[in-house]
């Protein structure tokens, strides 16, 4: 995988978990699904893919151990052990980003002289004439960038899917610090739609 696609998943990451511990109405919007014949309260034991698909080019990346002590803390605090060897349940991250196109109406800008609007692009008609009262709106395309989290957790056993929790939300150029905390609050987020509630209190890692 080239640099730039490494680049495109780590962002992916970073933007959703931000996305999510902002918690704000243009957040990302959390979901999950679930295998319903499967009975979570059988599971005592968990572990994680090797690779994980956040790992890249032979080594762990922060986002990797970020997403792997927040997800340990969830599912310990819902009375799951991490083992290394034969565990019942796998976890698995991912991240990626999509570029989407958006269409909308919007007013444009720029009074001219009578009635009616111009975009930019219609500044020449300024001060010569001017559009009809009924005029249709400005129809835009603006294009943006789309990031997805996704855990998967995997019954090791059947070698089977049986709970995907997912973040999508829309990506910004503003800068994400204090990172940790952020992946900390998205996968609470993701994993408060988990089949098994929590039993004991956080633990610090």
């Known amino acids: 995988?080239?640099?730039?696609?490494?680049?495109?998943?780590?962002?992916?990451?970073?933007?959703?978990?931000?996305?999510?511990?902002?918690?704000?109405?243009?957040?990302?919007?959390?979901?999950?699904?679930?295998?319903?014949?499967?009975?979570?309260?059988?599971?005592?034991?968990?572990?994680?893919?090797?690779?994980?698909?956040?790992?890249?080019?032979?080594y762990q990346t922060m986002v990797s151990q970020y997403l792997k002590a927040a997800t340990q803390r969830e599912l310990e605090g819902r009375g799951l052990r991490l083992v290394e060897n034969s565990p019942q349940l796998?976890?698995?991250?991912?991240?990626?980003?999509?570029?989407?196109?958006?269409?909308?109406?919007?007013?444009?800008?720029?009074?001219?002289?009578?009635?009616?609007?111009?975009?930019?692009?219609?500044?020449?008609?300024?001060?010569?004439?001017?559009?009809?009262?009924?005029?249709?709106?400005?129809?835009?395309?603006?294009?943006?960038?789309?990031?997805?989290?996704n855990i998967d957790v995997i019954d090791a056993a059947r070698k089977q899917m049986v709970w995907e929790g997912v973040a999508v939300g829309r990506v910004t150029e503003k800068t994400m610090d204090n990172l940790k905390p952020k992946i900390d609050e998205a996968v609470t987020a993701i994993f408060a739609k988990y089949p098994v509630s929590r039993r004991v209190e956080d633990r610090k890692y």
């Open 1 to 58: 995988m080239n640099s730039q696609a490494i680049r495109h998943v780590f962002v992916a990451v970073l933007a959703v978990a931000a996305l999510v511990a902002a918690g704000c109405a243009s957040g990302p919007r959390v979901r999950a699904e679930r295998d319903k014949t499967v009975d979570f309260s059988q599971y005592q034991t968990f572990g994680f893919v090797s690779p994980l698909g956040t790992d890249r080019e032979g």
């Open 90 to 149: 796998l976890v698995n991250f991912s991240g990626r980003l999509n570029d989407r196109l958006l269409a909308r109406a919007a007013p444009e800008t720029g009074l001219v002289v009578g009635v009616g609007v111009a975009h930019d692009y219609y500044r020449y008609r300024t001060g010569f004439y001017t559009t009809w009262p009924l005029y249709p709106m400005d129809s835009r395309v603006d294009t943006y960038r789309e990031g997805t989290l």
